[in-house]
């Protein structure tokens, strides 16, 4: 049964910083992996998508890397800015799956001025 | 439309009566998902469509939740005799295809009394 975990639950860093947060899951055999955002009262905003064949993806400021082998992702957000300020969530396939999505329970992320 | 919609946004109802929530997903996904969460967790999948068949309906909880997509686009979740235990932010997703990303819709925030 795939299990996602995010730590840490929350993390408040000056505006500025470079900071990574992370995500493990149970079951290697994953599809692809997704990283979301989560804004107060708001739905889901999908940040980046890496395929179990791919190492990592960027977008921006954003970095994905992906290791199956050791059951991990990261997201690497760089010069961080108070609208980066959000939930951010991780979520895999269940086994043999490529849509049922396992979450996270997500990173609360603060970023101060 | 540009992306997910979801009416109504809120929706306030009592122990046991009958609730529709509608999810108009982005013009041409075949891929439906629909997701519950509640506070401080992540998503938890309850159905999947592709077209406008229910390939995967394992994640509803009982035979009170059921939804339908009839013609492929827009879907209706439906709950029977609500419970308190039902309260959530029911999130609906769609995409291309069901290996790619899943784009979210703004939810609607369900309580019941």
């Known amino acids: 049964k795939q299990e996602v975990t995010q730590i840490p639950a929350a993390l408040s860093v000056p505006e500025g910083e470079n900071l990574v947060l992370n995500c493990s899951f149970t079951?290697?055999?994953?599809?692809?992996l997704q990283w979301f955002r989560q804004d107060p009262g708001k739905g889901l905003t999908s940040l980046l998508l890496i395929q179990s064949s791919q190492r990592e993806q960027t977008s921006g400021r954003l970095n994905a890397s992906l290791d199956k082998s050791s059951g991990r992702s990261t997201l690497y957000i760089a010069a961080s800015q108070p609208g980066d300020s959000a939930t951010y969530l991780c979520a895999a396939p269940i086994m043999d799956s490529n849509y049922q999505l396992i979450w996270g329970a997500g990173t609360k992320l603060i970023i101060k001025p | 439309g540009a992306g997910v919609s979801q009416t109504p946004s809120n929706k306030v109802t009592e122990k046991g009566k009958y609730v529709e929530l509608r999810c108009d997903p982005i013009s041409g996904h075949t891929a439906l998902y629909w997701y519950r969460q509640s506070l401080g967790q992540g998503p938890e999948f309850l159905i999947y469509?592709?077209?406008?068949?229910?390939?995967?309906d394992s994640g509803l909880p009982n035979d009170r939740f059921f939804a339908v997509r009839p013609e492929g686009s827009v879907s209706t979740l439906k709950i029977q005799r609500t419970e308190r235990g039902d309260s959530a932010v029911y999130l609906c997703?769609?995409?291309?295809?069901?290996?790619?990303?899943?784009?979210f819709g703004p939810g609607t925030r369900l309580l019941v009394l």
């Open positions: 469509f592709q077209g406008t068949g229910a390939a995967d």
């Open positions: 079951d290697s055999a994953i599809y692809n």
């Open positions: 997703a769609s995409s291309l295809v069901s290996t790619g990303t899943q784009y």
